[in-house]
């Protein structure tokens, strides 16, 4: 398969196998070795064997399905240049006329009746001559006869000089004969799927992490349908793919393009209604197109399906327009009669149906339902094909129409569907509360949240006791942080778990309990809930999703991290799997600030990425994003980039989210304490402080009492008002300001077994790191190493590079010599190390050259080396970059 346009990319994934064979052809330079190498279509044979051949000369072959006629086809096809009158007069005359026939540039009379060994030995002969020389064969399931027996050979006389014979070629459709002679005879070489790793390397960073895991799933990690996929069937591909099909005869091109346009997976019996030729025919057919590796299998199913889905969507453009139509017609009718459900006749029925068919409408009507939940995007277009059918307006298939817009993320079509189907919906349907409820929910996700409210209080006019309506203007004032509006709509929540409003009503209920009210009087509350929507099914977890999304949030604010992180995994998992991408920014943003409290710090990066490569334009959230990236990026070090998120987080909130801008200051104060922005950071929270929630507040007034050393007994005094004793959380960041305060390490311990207990890793290293120093500095050096030990461990497994940084120079200050394993010590020499290590210790060169035994010169030379590789021009310079490494 050629895969030329994959050729401009570096090879990634192939280190090993290329490695494989630079060491066969290094043996192959004093004798005769053979190599196989195997690979499915499109796993990049040829690309390795161009990397290889890149570096030395090489006689390259290449086998052609339409060439399998002629003799030795590949094998001329790589010689044929190197075979000339002067190669003929060093072999027999009898070999020049056995080998005329193939190379007519041999001067002698091509004899008629070939004995095939007395012809193989000729072959073998002249390659001898060759000899030394790499023979690089490609395709070679498409070689002729004459060639594998002549490969058969050479595995039985192996050639008496130094030759490397490579051998590329497709499992699936590779003649027996020749597998069989190369097994245990060759070295072999398979290329298998590239790894999740491999596939980041070759799409790069500009292709966003979601969008990476998504193209490496499809793809099933072939380099060919991974490319393919990124740029969405270039010409280049589908060119190769449809050659590959235009070598397909009459019957087997035919029944190709009926099994394109059957689905995924079919039957025999299937195809042959659809191509209008005898199932015997359609047996003949999937033969060959097995052996050419075109279908495949379905394991256990007596069913097949193309190699790839990329392939199959070749095979049905390139049946005629008029032709598919047909088809469809005719497979849809079979379907029917046989007694197909809906959801496998409805594809077929968009593609052939006509207009003011009933049938039809209600097949799609039908099919949509059934998949509505797990598949609303596809739901959507059969409802959408069943409107284009009818011949008047059906408010129910439009009032469906819109909820499956507006699941599937698509949420101004959505509100124009339902704003029509209200105004002709009886006030006394069934519909009617929960279109309006959603439609309000869609309406405060754009941030129209004056209609959205306008719309709920008159609906409720209508229908006051209507539980989606009355759950929605809950979510919607807690989600606006005016959570104590919703108290008198909670009081007469149900409470009966057999009804289905329960766990929704009480996920929001705890949630207001938790802002509201005493945070450990809500925690019954909170468990409560968690324990309802745990027993609820996957199905009804999705339909509550933003209820859920806010009991999450609620199990934040108590301490319970661990239960808030399984709840948003769900969550995300869930909303992804099912195409529920409405709320998915939202679940996101909670996900990503779980993963922050974890110390998943990667995970939380890419978890922010793929929101707002998914999100809707809304300020809000957006703001919210930027929040979280600002606190990943300042845990990882990388402070400028940290405080200008945190900058842009709070202008794109704004004061439209009281408890989003309350976030967004305290993320924004981390980054400034972390950058050493100190006063800067005290001048800009003091006076929001007031307007910030209790939680949010705690934490600011810990870190505070870092920033703002001349106050910090006041900022502890504030934040043990706060706190309260009995949530571990609070005794977190209690105990951290009292040891900032008064340089306590006992506070500082108690802060890192509350953080251990409720899984705070970051707040647990950075307490261990506080009263690690202090400990030291109190001469208690065995304790201090400890502490220093264990937090420069939690900081690296968490990536936070900086603070890993600070936890190993404080060990180093005690006397403990810390080896650099990172990308440092891959840079700088052992020596080189030692002394830029000294040197970030203010050490002069003199000092240096005699704590090293080395003369000041010697120091010198070492500076120049270690200025040159760093980049740097200067001995602070230097401190710079070895700060900034993640070291073990």
Not at 33 to 55: H, I, Y
Not at 458 to 482: I, T, W
Request: net charge negative; aromatic share 6%; proline share 4%.
């Amino acid at each position: 398969m050629a895969v030329d346009h994959l050729e401009r990319r570096p090879l990634v994934g192939r280190a090993a196998e290329l490695a494989r064979l630079e060491e066969v052809a290094a043996q192959a330079k004093t004798a005769f070795r053979l190599v196989e190498v195997v690979g499915e279509p499109g796993t990049g044979k040829t690309r390795l064997l161009g990397e290889f051949t890149s570096k030395r000369l090489v006689l390259k072959g290449r086998a052609v399905e339409q060439e399998r006629e002629a003799p030795f086809a590949p094998l001329v096809d790589a010689l044929v240049d190197r075979v000339d009158a002067g190669l003929a007069s060093r072999l027999s005359e009898a070999e020049t006329q056995l080998l005329a026939s193939a190379f007519p540039v041999l001067e002698g009379t091509a004899q008629e009746a070939v004995v095939k060994p007395r012809l193989y030995r000729a072959m073998r002969s002249l390659l001898r001559e060759l000899a030394p020389a790499t023979v690089v064969l490609d395709d070679v399931h498409w070689a002729d006869e004459a060639t594998i027996e002549l490969v058969d050979y050479l595995v039985r006389h192996p050639l008496p000089a130094p030759m490397l014979l490579v051998l590329a070629y497709r499992p699936h459709q590779v003649s027996f004969r020749l597998s069989r002679a190369l097994a245990d005879q060759a070295v072999k070489i398979e290329l298998g799927p590239l790894s999740k790793a491999d596939v980041d390397q070759l799409l790069g960073p500009t292709v966003s992490p979601h969008a990476r895991n998504r193209l490496y799933e499809e793809s099933g990690g072939n380099p060919f349908y991974l490319d393919t996929l990124a740029r969405e069937l270039p010409e280049s591909a589908r060119a190769t793919l449809a050659g590959e099909l235009a070598g397909l005869g009459t019957t087997e091109a035919l029944v190709a393009k009926a099994a394109a346009v059957a689905g995924e997976s079919f039957e025999p019996s299937v195809i042959a209604h659809v191509a209008e030729v005898s199932e015997q025919a359609v047996l003949q057919a999937f033969d060959d197109l097995v052996a050419r590796d075109v279908l495949r299998e379905v394991e256990g199913s007596g069913r097949f399906r193309f190699r790839h889905g990329v392939l199959r969507q070749v095979a049905y453009d390139g049946a005629a327009a008029g032709w598919r139509h047909g088809a469809h017609t005719r497979i849809a009718a079979y379907l029917a009669k046989v007694g197909a459900p809906a959801t496998r006749r409805a594809e077929h029925v968009v593609r052939s149906a006509k207009y003011g068919d009933v049938e039809a409408k209600d097949t799609l009507v039908t099919a949509a339902r059934a998949i509505a939940t797990n598949q609303p995007a596809k739901a959507a277009s059969w409802y959408e094909a069943a409107r284009q059918l009818a011949t008047e307006d059906d408010v129910d298939i439009r009032t469906e129409l819109a909820f499956c817009h507006g699941v599937s993320g698509r949420i101004m079509p959505a509100l124009e569907m339902f704003g029509a189907a209200l105004k002709t919906m009886p006030e006394d349907h069934e519909s009617r509360a929960p279109a309006a409820a959603f439609a309000a929910l869609l309406a405060h996700l754009r941030g129209e949240h004056d209609w959205a409210r306008l719309l709920l209080t008159s609906e409720l006019n209508r229908q006051p006791e209507a539980p989606p309506l009355r759950l929605q203007l809950v979510l919607d004032a807690a989600m606006k942080g005016e959570a104590r509006t919703a108290k008198p709509f909670l009081d007469a929540a149900p409470d009966d778990d057999r009804n289905r409003w329960t766990v929704p009503f009480a996920a929001l209920n705890a949630y207001v309990k938790t802002v509201e009210g005493n945070r450990f009087d809500a925690v019954k509350a909170v468990n409560d809930a968690a324990r309802m929507v745990d027993a609820s099914d996957d199905d009804e977890f999705l339909t509550w999703l933003p209820a859920i999304h806010m009991l999450s949030w609620a199990e934040v604010l108590i301490g319970q991290h661990r239960l808030a992180l399984r709840h948003f995994t769900k969550a995300v998992d869930l909303a992804r799997d099912n195409g529920h991408l409405y709320f998915l920014p939202q679940l996101l943003h909670g996900l990503s600030f779980a993963y922050v409290v974890a110390g998943r710090t990667a995970d939380g990066l890419a978890a922010v990425e793929e929101a707002l490569e998914s999100m809707h334009p809304q300020a809000g959230i957006r703001g919210a994003l930027l929040g979280v990236w600002c606190q990943l990026q300042s845990w990882r070090g990388q402070h400028a980039t940290a405080v200008r998120a945190g900058r842009r987080a709070i202008a794109a909130i704004g004061d439209a989210h009281p408890p989003l801008a309350s976030l967004a200051r305290n993320q924004l104060l981390l980054a400034q304490v972390h950058a050493g922005n100190h006063a800067k950071a005290v001048e800009e929270i003091r006076e929001h402080l007031p307007k910030i929630d209790p939680y949010t507040r705690l934490a600011s007034c810990c870190l505070l009492a870092k920033a703002d050393t001349a106050h910090a007994k006041h900022w502890a005094e504030e934040a043990d008002r706060l706190a309260d004793g009995r949530l571990d959380v609070d005794v977190v960041f209690r105990d951290m300001a009292a040891a900032y305060a008064d340089n306590d390490a006992d506070k500082a311990l108690n802060a890192a077994a509350a953080a251990e207990r409720i899984g705070m890793p970051l707040w647990e290293a950075t307490a261990r790191l506080h009263a690690g120093t202090c400990l030291a500095r109190d001469g208690r050096r065995d304790e201090a190493l400890r502490e220093l030990q264990a937090a420069a461990a939690m900081f690296n497994v968490c990536e936070a590079s900086e603070l890993h940084a600070t936890a190993v120079r404080e060990q180093r200050r005690l006397g403990v010599r810390v080896p650099h394993t990172g990308a440092l010590a891959n840079t700088l020499s052992p020596r080189e190390l030692d002394v830029a290590e000294l040197v970030c210790a203010g050490s002069t060169n003199q000092q240096i050259a005699e704590k090293l035994v080395l003369s000041v010169r010697t120091v010198e030379t070492h500076l120049t080396h270690i200025f040159a590789k760093l980049g740097v021009t200067n001995r602070a310079g230097v401190a710079r970059v070895l700060a900034s490494q993640n070291e073990d």
